[in-house]
């Protein structure tokens, strides 16, 4: 029986996270999360001296933050061993080696990114990722997935049941009522400096 709840997290925990890896690395990459964080921390408001990153895979956009907000601590939740190995090797981060849906929360950070990893959870299993993210921040949660105004799957690199797309961000501010948008934006992966994947970012903010 595997030690998952469910087969997206064994899907990422093994063969086709450790190929994950290997496509996705390199400067270019974090040069245009470092170009996208910029903008999105223009727009907090206040001191973000602690980040957390739910499914961090190496680190890429940890790395671009720290270009961003060098004194900030750092803390990484990985579910993929290998990608956990080389999140050990960065300076300043503290690993969690977990999925996403076993994190107990320590103590709550000022900023909580997820960026690209909502789009792969169970979706039966998203209210458990929500109340974790509210949970776990401060101050600041930060979204950045494929968005679509009503949850529809997509087959993913020929897999099924592995890609799921939908309004994250609306659904955490209607689940709750503390939460404000303060802005959001997209990156066209045809822009011509630094592209993302057509992904869609939010940030939200505690009121309470």
Not at 129 to 138: I, M, P
Request: aromatic share 12%.
């Amino acid at each position: 029986m595997s030690q998952y709840k469910t087969e997206q997290e064994s899907f990422w925990a093994g063969e086709f996270g450790n190929d994950y890896i290997e496509r996705n690395r390199g400067n270019r990459l974090v040069a245009a999360d470092t170009a996208l964080f910029s903008k999105i921390l223009f727009r907090a408001s206040q001191p973000i001296e602690s980040i957390i990153e739910f499914g961090a895979n190496i680190g890429l956009n940890l790395q671009a933050l720290n270009k961003l907000l060098p004194e900030a601590e750092f803390s990484a939740i990985e579910i993929n061993s290998k990608a956990v190995e080389q999140l050990r090797t960065i300076d300043k981060v503290k690993v969690y080696a977990s999925s996403i849906l076993d994190f107990v929360p320590d103590y709550q950070r000022d900023f909580v990114l997820i960026k690209g990893v909502l789009i792969h959870i169970n979706p039966d299993m998203l209210p458990v990722v929500y109340n974790l993210l509210h949970a776990t921040s401060k101050r600041y949660i930060c979204i950045v997935e494929y968005y679509n105004p009503t949850p529809v799957e997509v087959l993913y690199r020929g897999h099924a049941g592995k890609l799921f797309k939908r309004d994250f961000a609306g659904e955490m501010l209607d689940r709750f009522n503390g939460l404000r948008l303060v802005d959001y934006g997209f990156v066209y992966h045809r822009d011509s400096k630094f592209p993302q994947d057509d992904l869609n970012w939010f940030l939200l903010e505690r009121h309470e």
